[in-house]
């Protein structure tokens, strides 16, 4: 198994939350400014991408004069940064993916990231969007998550109905329920046990593990 991190230009406060993400990492893609990140936790990228119009200029030579290679594309293309971060990653052989700074201020761009999970999720890659108070999911079939504390979880459907959803471990259990894209039933939900279990019959769901 090979894991990536991809690390974009979205907001990182903490960086001892985030370090701790890089560990037994294969292979580490610095998306636009996304550098300024890496430079910051002392972490070389193997790879520079981008069209670089977020990123500071002495956070790519920095890098450069270090060996590692920088691959800028145009600004008018039809993929972001991102979905070009991932296709690298998958073709590099990647089979479980970590964004680091893939949500910020610009709502567009963190739901164009999130949603990135779905094409992941199609691929077989294991994917997740983690931040100091984050980390997000997608998932179509049954799966686990353990207790992380402090942390709520929360299931959300984004097809137009998750059908046959049972929990286990979960403070508020639902048992074979049918949730639809546009309610908030299955947010902030408690761990009861040290490890949850959610049971999905058909459709897809976006999983956060979250804290205040």
């Not at 990182?12 to 037994?24: A, H």
């Not at 290679?69 to 479980?96: C, H, N, W, Y």
């Not at 309610?183 to 976006?206: K, M």
């Amino acid at each position: 198994m090979m894991k990536a991190v991809i690390v974009c230009n979205g907001s990182v406060k903490d960086y001892n939350v985030i370090r701790p993400f890089f560990e037994n990492a294969g292979y580490i893609i610095s998306v636009d400014g996304g550098a300024g990140h890496l430079r910051k936790l002392g972490i070389i990228p193997d790879v520079l991408l981008g069209d670089f119009d977020s990123a500071n200029k002495e956070d790519i030579e920095y890098f450069q004069t270090r060996g590692i290679k920088a691959e800028q594309f145009p600004v008018e293309k039809d993929m972001t940064d991102s979905e070009l971060a991932i296709e690298r990653a998958v073709e590099k052989g990647a089979d479980e993916i970590v964004f680091i700074g893939a949500m910020g201020s610009r709502v567009d761009h963190s739901m164009a990231n999130i949603f990135l999970l779905k094409k992941l999720l199609d691929q077989k890659v294991k994917a997740c969007i983690a931040d100091e108070h984050n980390r997000v999911y997608m998932f179509d079939k049954t799966f686990s998550m353990p207790r992380v504390e402090g942390y709520k979880l929360s299931l959300i459907p984004v097809t137009e109905e998750v059908t046959g959803v049972t929990t286990k471990g979960l403070k508020y259990p639902l048992n074979n329920a049918t949730m639809h894209l546009g309610t908030s039933w299955g947010v902030s939900n408690e761990f009861y046990e040290d490890i949850a279990g959610v049971t999905i019959g058909s459709g897809t769901l976006l999983v956060c593990l979250s804290r205040d």
